[in-house]
């Protein structure tokens, strides 16, 4: 089965600096990826995926993520952090089994904080 | 359209309640998904339906947990009898498709705390 890691519970930034995100995932199989972003007290929004086109991949709010096969990576990053990207993101890896790719498993999040 | 539906947003119960959370996909979407989101455990998949069927519940903890969808647009997750252990924010998602690339909509969720 698919897996997700992602290194770091927490990342706290600049406004203004890279804000980088890491995630790795465990596959047997060209995997779907995913990021999602979560701000408080609400549902999960998706911000980009991966879906075997083109390798980097552009989201929402100017967030971008690389996939990697050689590194089993696919980081998320942004040149440059807002107030308003504080939040929780969650890398998934969609799990495939008999008849397609139905399953999401996220990985445990990383909650990005943003200061002055 | 609405999005995702969940209710209530809020529930407060005792343990050894009844609880029983519902959940109403956006229209045409043909796959739902029940989510727990702890601190400790992040966000786990319960159980997920297509077409209206569970097709796995292997993520439903215990049998004290379980999940219905009478039809294309509602769903209920029930908890009984609940335990302090079961306080999380349970989330309901909907797509549409086969394929696993397609997005998930996720509603805002239930906070369920069990005291």
């Known amino acids: 089965a698919q897996s997700v890691t992602q290194l770091g519970s927490h990342v706290s930034v600049s406004e203004g600096a890279l804000v980088l995100l890491r995630c790795n995932y465990s596959?047997?199989?060209?995997?779907?990826l995913f990021w999602y972003v979560q701000y408080p007290n609400q549902g999960l929004q998706l911000l980009l995926k991966?879906?075997?086109?083109?390798?980097l991949v552009k989201g929402i709010n100017g967030f971008e993520a690389e996939f990697k096969k050689s590194e089993t990576s696919f980081h998320l990053t942004k040149p440059s952090a807002h107030m308003s990207d504080a939040a929780e993101y969650f890398c998934?890896?969609?799990?495939?089994?008999?008849?397609?790719?139905?399953?999401?498993?996220f990985g445990a999040g990383t909650r990005l904080a943003v200061h002055p | 359209d609405a999005g995702v539906i969940q209710s209530p947003r809020h529930e407060v119960t005792e343990m050894g309640q009844e609880v029983t959370l519902r959940c109403k996909p956006i229209?045409?979407?043909?796959?739902l998904f029940w989510y727990r989101q702890t601190m400790m455990r992040g966000l786990e998949l319960l159980i997920y339906?297509?077409?209206?069927?569970?097709?796995?519940d292997s993520g439903m903890p215990e049998d004290r947990f379980s999940a219905k969808m009478p039809n294309a647009s509602f769903s209920t997750l029930k908890i009984q009898p609940s335990e302090p252990r079961d306080s999380a924010v349970y989330f309901c998602?909907?797509?549409?498709?086969?394929?696993?690339?397609?997005?998930?909509?996720f509603g805002s969720g239930t906070q369920l705390s069990v005291l």
């Open positions: 229209s045409g979407h043909d796959y």
């Open positions: 998934a890896v969609s799990d495939r089994e008999a008849g397609g790719y139905n399953k999401l498993i």
């Open positions: 339906f297509n077409n209206n069927v569970p097709i796995d």
């Open positions: 998602a909907s797509r549409i498709g086969p394929n696993g690339n397609e997005k998930l909509f």
């Open positions: 991966y879906t075997s086109a083109a390798t």
């Open positions: 596959s047997s199989v060209p995997p779907y």
